[in-house]
């Protein structure tokens, strides 16, 4: 460890926890720094996010005719399956919480490290096993099932790596718990001297949210995917009809899981987004207390609204009653939060720096995806749009518009803070406003495709949906160079960026008040807390 | 590139409509937000002379004020949907039936008298059509985008989808649930042809009505050497079973409805009658879907009303 650190070292690259902990890999390999296991997280996770976009761009190439002449059928529905399984599972589940939340929750509390280090090593360890499971399948032929594994078809007669990507997925649950547990004992547990409750910044509110649904709904699915494999494996009867069990059961334990899983990926942003306005604004976020109790409803009521994925599925005319009117409730807190954000403004002192930017692109984004599920949680229309392109626009909306969003808004929010070092500000905007362009030029049309009929996971469609499709697929490729945009200026910043200073932004919160980079043990002195997360005093 | 898709069947038009009216709110709450951030956007920008004096942290009124506005807004939205929604899943109790079994990547349709169609639905004009519908293989899912209708079609159960067509033509048919390889190739037609058009082409067909195709089928996969009232051994008899109650020997009681039936034959092992040995093989590998509707067809032509046989549109609810 490099004892001498002094104000000046700490303010250039190359030092804090960076080299504090030391400088070989297998230094990163075996650390217990929570700010480390964040980085060994993100480079993960970038490297999946890219191998998913690597997909994304086959499916969008191929869906430039009508034919589908690019790829085969069978090759058109691994590459979704693919796309789905890799982006929600290993990029937009730990994106934010196991990443920024790893790296800043800690800092944001005023703690030293996590509550439980090598527990933090050894999810991202559990990561990495899920991940090379799930690569392997794909490197041996792939599977075909899309990422909801619905059964009979992934039991008993897709004949591809099933049980592969079941391991990978049922292993990387069990990282997602544990990181769950970890930040929740740390939020309990390690706060600062006068960091009460509603003291903590909205994004570590945010943080604790989703770990509740973490440590809850995971199980979840690791005992679903654990009997796609009994039944696939030893034959014993649980979804299909033909050994006496029941698919539809299938689909009531998977969404049990995934559709709080959706809150996963969307409460962190929300938490991120909420830093990025009252830094960019220059003022306390309005209503707090509101803003932190609808992220727990929303995480509570996320629980009670699966069924709305099984409205045309088989299942009776009054769950479709009960789970309509559910959903409809769960709108209400994220209502709050948009109109909340929105106020935020009001009478601030606004700077559009690539943060803000993204954020308030977030709120955009987000306030379309979450308008049109109101259109699937109207059951009488839900029928005709579910399973088209119009619910593909829908959750693109939320977890792309609203997740990777926020989650690019945070990296360079926190950039300086993580690296020490500051980026290009201009390209960076100019990256900002193209990806909230290509977004809307790629999935704005879909929502037309599905309102006219155009059913998802097609290799091939009708003639008449070709125009839109043409459309969608150029604004994929305007989405995809501004996603590679942050991999150059980022990668650039890494080693001639400007020394960025403890505090670039002039940000309130615990984590900037000490250097870029921090020192190994984030804080030289115990902080004390004597005020709430945002006074900004301008 | 149109925006008007057709509107071909009762649902069509209050849907349409409905979907119009969620634009129209939705889109202007949507505009709204839009258009105040980017006020507050200018107005508030850095170095701009906007009056910042007494702003607030927080207002319990204007918090309570748009949770309440939107919840009382929702509860509107569910009470037009429910309506439709009730619509939607109830047929007239004279919808005529049709059945359909999806499999691996096509649709087998069975008309009443029999007659039967792949990847083409020949439905009359102006007629309550009611599907009942099964798979052989895995999940399927029946969408007509131009009658607003859509039903996952599921093995092991029979789900059911009504509609009036309202408008002759042609119409795309899609599976909507991902169910393999060429599920993207598993789309057919709607024909909506007239009454009396509808009425020749069924005349036209040579096929048996589809009870006595299933008499056939209970001879030939030998059900009647233990069912027919004169056999020699002891198995439940087959007529009035539809509709009534059995008693299983577990004590269970059930309707004898059409997953009953379905179950009894394929799966006879679930469910045995009370007082008799389970002695029934499985016909499950040996039979498809389409056989069983048509011993189904047989088994309910048996009962006790005047003969359904000839009519075939006996269908109880459920």
């Known amino acids: 460890m490099n004892a001498a650190v002094t104000s000046a070292d700490a303010e250039s690259m190359g030092s804090g926890y960076l080299v504090e902990g030391g400088r070989t890999l297998w230094s990163w390999l075996s650390t217990r720094d929570?700010?480390?296991?964040?980085?060994?997280?993100?480079?993960?996770?970038?490297?999946?996010?890219?191998?998913g976009g690597v997909a994304a761009t086959l499916i969008r190439l191929n869906l430039i005719y009508p034919d589908g002449r690019m790829l085969s059928a069978e090759t058109y529905n691994k590459t979704f399956?693919?796309?789905?399984?890799?982006?929600?599972?290993?990029?937009?589940?730990?994106?934010?919480?196991?990443?920024?939340?790893?790296?800043?929750?800690?800092?944001?509390?005023?703690?030293?490290?996590?509550?439980?280090?090598?527990?933090?090593?050894?999810?991202?360890?559990?990561?990495?096993?899920?991940?090379?499971?799930?690569?392997?399948?794909?490197?041996?032929?792939?599977?075909?099932?899309?990422?909801?594994?619905?059964?009979?078809?992934?039991?008993?007669?897709?004949?591809?790596?099933?049980?592969?990507?079941?391991?990978?997925?049922f292993v990387v649950g069990f990282s997602s718990i544990l990181t769950g547990l970890n930040l929740i004992v740390t939020t309990h547990m390690m706060r600062a001297p006068g960091m009460h409750w509603y003291r903590l910044p909205l994004f570590v509110w945010a943080m604790y949210a989703t770990s509740v649904v973490m440590m809850l709904a995971t199980p979840v699915l690791a005992m679903t995917l654990s009997l796609i494999g009994l039944e696939r494996l030893a034959g014993v009867g649980i979804f299909d009809p033909a050994l006496g069990g029941d698919p539809i059961l299938f689909q009531h334990f998977f969404w049990f899981y995934s559709h709080p899983a959706v809150y996963i990926m969307i409460l962190p942003a929300m938490g991120v987004v909420s830093e990025l306005i009252c830094n960019g604004v220059h003022r306390k976020i309005f209503g707090y207390k509101f803003m932190a109790w609808s992220m727990l409803s929303i995480a509570f009521i996320?629980?009670?609204?699966?069924?709305?994925?099984?409205?045309?599925?088989?299942?009776?005319?009054?769950?479709?009653?009960?789970?309509?009117?559910?959903?409809?409730?769960?709108?209400?807190?994220?209502?709050?939060?948009?109109?909340?954000?929105?106020?935020?403004?009001?009478?601030?002192?606004?700077?559009?720096?690539?943060?803000?930017?993204?954020?308030?692109?977030?709120?955009?984004?987000?306030?379309?995806?979450?308008?049109?599920?109101?259109?699937?949680?109207?059951?009488?229309?839900?029928?005709?749009?579910?399973?088209?392109?119009?619910?593909?626009?829908?959750?693109?909306?939320?977890?792309?518009?609203?997740?990777?969003?926020?989650?690019?808004?945070?990296?360079?929010?926190?950039?300086?803070?993580v690296t020490g070092r500051m980026y290009s500000e201009t390209i960076a905007r100019i990256a900002a406003v193209l990806m909230f362009v290509g977004f809307n030029l790629t999935f704005f049309p879909q929502y037309i495709l599905g309102y006219e009929g155009m059913p998802r996971r097609y290799h091939q469609y009708l003639p008449q949906f070709q125009d839109l499709n043409i459309l969608s697929s150029i604004g994929a490729c305007v989405l995809a160079i501004s996603y590679l945009?942050?991999?150059?200026?980022?990668?650039?910043?890494?080693?001639?960026?400007?020394?960025?200073?403890?505090?670039?932004?002039?940000?309130?919160?615990?984590?900037?008040?000490?250097?870029?980079?921090?020192?190994?043990?984030?804080?030289?002195?115990t902080p004390v807390v004597t005020h709430g997360p945002y006074e900004y005093c301008d | 590139m149109s925006l008007s898709l057709p509107e071909a069947s009762n649902f069509a038009v209050p849907i349409d409509r409905m979907f119009n009216a969620m634009l129209v709110l939705c889109g202007g709450v949507t505009l709204g937000v839009f258009v105040v951030m980017f006020w507050f956007c200018i107005k508030y920008r850095r170095g701009s002379?906007?009056?910042?004096?007494?702003r607030h942290s927080t207002k319990m009124g204007l918090e309570l004020s748009w949770m309440l506005i939107p919840f009382l807004l929702f509860v509107g939205i569910f009470a037009w949907s429910i309506n439709l929604w009730t619509l939607l899943r109830r047929p007239p109790a004279g919808a005529m039936p049709v059945y359909i079994v999806a499999k691996q990547w096509m649709w087998k349709v069975q008309h009443v008298n029999g007659r039967r169609e792949i990847d083409t639905l020949t439905v009359p004009l102006g007629v309550p059509v009611r599907l009942i519908m099964t798979s052989q293989d895995v999940i399927h899912s029946f969408y007509i985008p131009d009658?607003?209708?859509?039903?996952?079609?599921?093995?092991?159960?029979?789900?059911?989808?009504?509609?009036?067509?309202?408008r002759l033509g042609n119409f795309p048919l899609f599976c909507s649930e991902y169910c393999g390889t060429d599920h993207a190739a598993m789309t057919g037609t709607v024909k909506v042809v007239s009454r009396e058009d509808y009425q020749k082409w069924?005349?036209?067909?040579?096929?048996?009505?589809?009870?006595?195709?299933?008499?056939?089928?209970?001879?030939?996969?030998?059900?009647?050497?233990?069912?027919?009232?004169?056999?020699?051994?002891?198995?439940?008899?087959?007529?009035?079973?539809?509709?009534?109650?059995?008693?299983?020997?577990?004590?269970?009681?059930?309707?004898?409805?059409?997953?009953?039936?379905?179950?009894?034959?394929?799966?006879?092992?679930?469910?045995?009658?009370?007082?008799?040995?389970?002695?029934?093989?499985?016909?499950?590998?040996?039979?498809?879907?389409e056989d069983v509707l048509l011993l189904m067809a047989y088994i309910k032509s048996l009962g006790p009303q005047a003969s359904p046989a000839q009519t075939g549109v006996t269908h109880a609810q459920r």
């Open chain 2, 147 to 166: 009658f607003r209708v859509k039903q996952d079609v599921v093995p092991g159960r029979y789900t059911a989808l009504w509609f009036v067509a309202t």
């Open chain 2, 49 to 54: 002379d906007a009056n910042r004096e007494g």
């Open chain 1, 302 to 417: 996320g629980f009670l609204v699966w069924g709305h994925h099984m409205f045309v599925a088989g299942q009776s005319m009054y769950a479709g009653i009960v789970f309509s009117i559910l959903s409809f409730v769960v709108a209400v807190p994220s209502a709050i939060k948009v109109f909340n954000w929105l106020t935020t403004l009001h009478k601030g002192t606004i700077d559009f720096h690539a943060p803000m930017i993204y954020a308030l692109g977030f709120i955009g984004l987000f306030t379309l995806g979450g308008m049109t599920g109101l259109f699937l949680a109207a059951v009488a229309l839900d029928v005709n749009l579910t399973d088209t392109y119009f619910v593909v626009a829908h959750f693109h909306y939320i977890m792309v518009g609203g997740s990777v969003m926020a989650y690019l808004g945070g990296i360079h929010y926190w950039w300086p803070k």
């Open chain 1, 485 to 525: 945009m942050p991999l150059f200026y980022l990668g650039h910043s890494l080693f001639r960026g400007e020394a960025a200073g403890p505090n670039p932004w002039q940000a309130t919160g615990l984590e900037w008040t000490t250097s870029s980079p921090p020192p190994e043990h984030n804080f030289h002195e």
């Open chain 1, 81 to 169: 399956t693919f796309h789905g399984v890799v982006m929600v599972w290993f990029f937009l589940i730990p994106s934010i919480p196991a990443t920024l939340g790893n790296f800043l929750l800690p800092l944001m509390i005023g703690a030293r490290d996590m509550a439980f280090p090598r527990l933090n090593l050894f999810s991202w360890y559990l990561y990495m096993v899920g991940g090379l499971f799930t690569v392997a399948a794909l490197l041996l032929g792939g599977v075909d099932t899309g990422w909801t594994f619905y059964t009979p078809y992934s039991t008993m007669f897709s004949n591809s790596n099933v049980i592969l990507v079941v391991v990978g997925v």
């Open chain 2, 202 to 289: 069924l005349k036209a067909s040579t096929a048996l009505p589809p009870a006595e195709q299933g008499r056939q089928l209970f001879v030939q996969f030998g059900c009647s050497g233990c069912h027919d009232p004169g056999s020699g051994i002891r198995a439940p008899v087959l007529r009035g079973v539809y509709g009534s109650t059995v008693t299983l020997a577990d004590g269970v009681t059930v309707t004898a409805d059409d997953r009953y039936l379905h179950d009894a034959i394929v799966l006879p092992a679930t469910q045995v009658v009370a007082g008799y040995a389970p002695i029934m093989p499985t016909y499950q590998s040996r039979i498809d879907e």
């Open chain 1, 34 to 51: 929570h700010k480390r296991i964040g980085i060994l997280y993100a480079v993960a996770i970038t490297t999946f996010f890219f191998m």
